[in-house]
């Protein structure tokens, strides 16, 4: 059993920049990919980044490409988005997740693809 815990979230203005973090209860030898996803009241939950744990690589989704970076600290088993440049329609719930089961794939960007999920924190962007 993994548990997530995410912070960082809170109220920036466009423009402003917030770091989340998401840390695991456990060591996460055994996690494969960790990614964030974001959700907007209404709208379905939506990829943002994922990380190979291991390998360190990265993908992301076209709307946050250039402006977010996705990292995570082994040692600390935490991973952390940094987020830059942010628009009102970042504004959403993010929500990281991991993958524990093999797939030898970097580029998982379903929900139903993660196995543990934290409990969200909030990002609002004013204009």
């Known amino acids: 059993q993994v548990q997530l815990v995410e912070s960082g979230g809170g109220l920036v203005q466009a423009g402003g920049s917030l770091r989340l973090s998401c840390a695991a209860s456990r060591r996460t030898f055994s996690t494969y990919n960790m990614a964030w996803f974001r959700q907007a009241p209404g709208k379905e939950r939506e990829f943002v980044a994922v990380?190979?744990?291991?390998?360190?690589?990265?993908y992301y989704a076209d709307s946050v490409k250039g402006r977010f970076t996705i990292s995570r600290d082994n040692a600390k088993n935490t991973m952390y988005l940094q987020m830059n440049s942010l628009k009102p329609e970042d504004t959403a719930a993010y929500y990281c997740a991991s993958r524990t089961i093999y797939t030898g794939r970097l580029y998982l960007t379903l929900p139903s693809e993660y196995d543990y999920w934290g409990q969200g924190t909030q990002v609002t962007v004013s204009s």
């Open positions: 990380i190979g744990w291991t390998s360190g690589n990265t």
